[in-house]
């Protein structure tokens, strides 16, 4: 019952810049933490960087520095701003969601994903 869409991916040059977005929809609960995964071809998903409901972030040591994560007030956005992008930051990014159920257990939602290339 949650949906998660990606927006913001494209083509850039070496040392530029993206902004990606995530719309987040149905049943969201206050308590939740939101981040942004990639896959690149012949490599496994990796954690680019997380929010949790208080604003508090993560990020990857590869990205820290050039990426930033941030979520609106609602809770229901969640956005990864990219600078200085190289080409091995080309591949497809994710939006996630986890948030607890019963008994403890967790959840995982995922957004289709959005293409970003960075390339001459």
């Known amino acids: 019952q949650v949906q998660l869409v990606e927006s913001g991916g494209g083509l850039v040059q070496p040392g530029g810049s993206l902004r990606l977005s995530c719309l987040a929809s149905?049943?969201?609960?206050?308590?939740?933490?939101m981040g942004w995964y990639r896959q690149a071809p012949g490599k496994q998903r990796e954690l680019v960087a997380s929010?949790?409901?208080?604003?508090?972030?993560h990020y990857a040591d590869f990205v820290e520095g050039r990426f930033t994560i941030s979520r609106n007030n609602a809770k229901d956005w969640v956005y990864l701003q990219m600078t200085s992008l190289n080409d091995e930051d080309t591949a497809v990014y994710y939006c996630?969601?986890?948030?607890?159920?019963?008994?403890?257990?967790?959840?995982?939602?995922w957004g289709q994903g959005t293409q970003v290339t960075v390339s001459s």
């Open positions: 996630n969601l986890k948030q607890s159920g019963a008994y403890g257990s967790d959840y995982d939602y």
């Open positions: 149905g049943r969201i609960f206050s308590i939740n933490l």
């Open positions: 929010i949790d409901s208080n604003g508090n972030t």
